[in-house]
């Protein structure tokens, strides 16, 4: 792979730095979170959906108004050092 394109589907959600203003509704999400996780499908890994990953940036279920996926888990450093 030598390049990727993300593009954010502002048409269905919202996207915000500032998810904890206090001006966060149901459909805006982060888009430093977001935009980690889309890394890691660029990086060439999977959603994943067992609630134990829930944490995990690479966790197929994104909560709005949340950034705690904008840091790697511990599954997601493994899995990056198991690959690369
Ligand atoms: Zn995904």
Do not use: K, W
Not at 12 to 40: K, Q, R
């Amino acid at each position: 792979m030598i390049q990727a394109d993300i593009r954010f589907n502002t048409t269905d959600y919202d996207f915000t730095y500032t998810p904890g203003d206090g001006d966060c509704d149901s459909n805006d999400f982060d888009v430093i979170s977001i935009l980690t996780h889309e890394l890691g499908h660029v990086l060439g890994f999977d959603d994943l959906y067992d609630p134990a990953n829930r944490y995990l940036t690479m966790s197929g279920r994104v909560n709005n108004c949340t950034t705690y996926l904008r840091n790697l888990g511990r599954g997601d450093v493994l899995g990056l050092r198991e690959r690369y």
